[in-house]
């Protein structure tokens, strides 16, 4: 019996049976198999703290975050997702609450890229900003190969505080999470 050299994908495993020779047997024959990595991730780090300083009610203002930097093994693609808690201050009633609605972000562009493939910004201008009434999509990559990558951009938050809004200091969580 004569086996030849082939090669055939089965989900996610390369089998390649390898013979000896022109005359190898069935029963000598060797298989290799390519076992894929565990599971590839991304990871993000974004900055802990950022001040609005002081704004009057009825105001907005507008901060940058910092640098937010997503670094991914072997992910083909991924998207970083912003989402914001209301800031409050005091008991946190009706008038020492920022809602989230009145707190928007902007991406903005690319700071600086690792590797190949396509980085989306979210919101890549001040005009494009949303509101963080719900998660929203921050960054997104795509790659048609398995790498190592990373991305950083500095976002912007805006916040609008409302005129009923109480002198304090208010508080409130922004986070940045990658799928």
Sequence with gaps: MR?????VLLGSC??????EGQHAQAATGRMVFLIPR??????????GTASLGSVEAGQSASVQMGQVRVTSSG?????????ASDFTTGGGTPAERI????ISYWSGPLVSKTGPGTWNPGQSTANDKKPL???RPAFSYNSAVMTSSSVVWQPRLVVSVPVTAV???YTGT??????
């Design 3 to 7: 086996i030849g050299t082939a090669a």
């Design 14 to 19: 390369l089998v390649l049976p390898s013979a």
């Design 38 to 47: 565990a599971r590839m991730a991304a990871s993000i780090t974004a900055p």
């Design 75 to 83: 992910v083909r693609t991924w998207t970083a997702t912003v989402s």
């Design 99 to 102: 809602p989230r609605s009145a």
């Design 133 to 135: 009434d719900v998660g």
């Design 167 to 169: 002198t304090g200091t």
């Design 174 to 179: 922004v986070i940045h999470s990658v799928a």
